[in-house]
């Protein structure tokens, strides 16, 4: 257990983490040794797998035109192989070792473990992505992005995963997110602050809205009854803590569409008459994605059942919300949700087909 220990101390990605996150980390991986001349993995092989390199070195190729070229050697302390595990791609270049290579291994359920359960092993794998997105060329910046969007919605699924009830929630509310931009996107009131790419982002950021609760004690998230108002001012904690996390991404990379994750992190629980929180804005002081993200979430948890309260029909959903447009809702545009009703009730009506669900 120690010398795994210490060859994370010594990589590059885990070097400056405390004892205590070092050995949690440590658990999950295994010890691996290949001979000289062992290939590791193989060009289109399943990245079911994570490398830190212990001792030793390996060399990566690719395939170019009717022969392999040599792209670069992985010594002690660097790591490999984590992008075709986040993006679930095959492998896009052959690993072989250079003499006797000792290496720690990390497969698929260590990694989602860590995801759920170590912070800072979530935020240097988060980091990695974004930096290695910052330092792409055009070509592999797409790959990057799609990494970066899987890693991103695997994330918010296990902390979503800590409630049991919300099923399939993160899917549904980026859908009605999209839709409910589209429709906004054709309205004379938002046609200039609505584009394709804000539509586009705006589906690919609302998964991570309650990524903050991953920092939330479980006897505060996971509680059944009410909440006390100490418990409450924990609880509402999870936008400013998840919207910190953003900020330490945008510090690797500076795109509108991590600042847009970040609007919405901070912002969906801010109310249009200026009753929520965390800083109790109002009216279009309240980022418009995040205007759209919470008619999106509250008509979801609206017609799923809870702990404490039944899932309500699309009838009295609807209704609920008319009720509070103008104090929780943007009037305008929950008037617009309001008239396109029976397409967000397609949505959530497919999602609970699939789900093998009655209507």
Not at 147 to 155: G, K, N, P, Y
Not at 318 to 341: C, H, W, Y
Request: aromatic residues 8%; proline residues 3%.
């Amino acid at each position: 257990m120690q010398s795994k220990i210490q060859a994370l101390a010594n990589s590059s990605l885990f070097h400056d983490l405390d004892d205590k996150s070092l050995s949690h980390i440590a658990q999950q991986f295994s010890k691996r040794v290949y001979q000289a001349g062992e290939i590791v993995f193989q060009h289109k092989d399943e990245g079911h797998e994570f490398y830190v390199v212990e001792s030793g070195e390996v060399t990566l190729y690719k395939q170019m035109g009717l022969g392999e070229r040599h792209i670069r050697t992985f010594r002690a302390g660097e790591h490999f192989g984590e992008m075709a595990l986040i993006s679930k791609a095959r492998r896009d270049g052959t690993i072989k070792a250079n003499n006797e290579f000792h290496c720690l291994v990390l497969d698929k359920k260590g990694f989602n473990t860590l995801l759920e359960e170590e912070p800072r092993f979530s935020q240097r794998m988060l980091q990695t992505v974004t930096e290695r997105l910052r330092k792409s060329d055009e070509a592999a910046t797409r790959d990057m992005i799609a990494a970066h969007q899987a890693l991103s919605f695997s994330l918010a699924n296990l902390a979503d995963s800590r409630d049991p009830e919300t099923g399939a929630h993160l899917s549904r509310v980026r859908a009605y997110s999209r839709l409910l931009a589209e429709l906004l996107m054709r309205h004379p009131h938002y046609e200039d602050n609505i584009s394709e790419s804000f539509v586009e982002h705006i589906f690919l950021v609302t998964p991570l809205h309650d990524i903050g609760k991953v920092a939330i004690p479980d006897g505060v998230l996971m509680k059944q009854g009410k909440l006390t108002n100490a418990e409450f001012e924990i609880m509402a904690q999870h936008t400013v803590l998840g919207a910190q996390a953003l900020e330490q991404v945008l510090e690797y990379c500076d795109f509108e569409l991590f600042h847009m994750a970040r609007r919405v992190i901070l912002s969906h629980h801010e109310q249009w008459d200026g009753g929520g929180y965390p800083h109790g804005i109002a009216g279009e002081e309240i980022p418009i994605e995040a205007r759209i993200m919470t008619i999106a979430d509250n008509y979801d948890a609206l017609l799923s059942e809870r702990v404490y309260k039944p899932a309500f029909s699309y009838e009295e959903t609807a209704k609920l919300m008319a009720e509070q447009s103008g104090t929780r809702f943007d009037p305008v545009m929950l008037d617009i949700m309001l008239s396109n009703i029976e397409q967000f009730e397609a949505i959530h009506k497919d999602f609970m087909d699939a789900e093998g669900h009655q209507h």
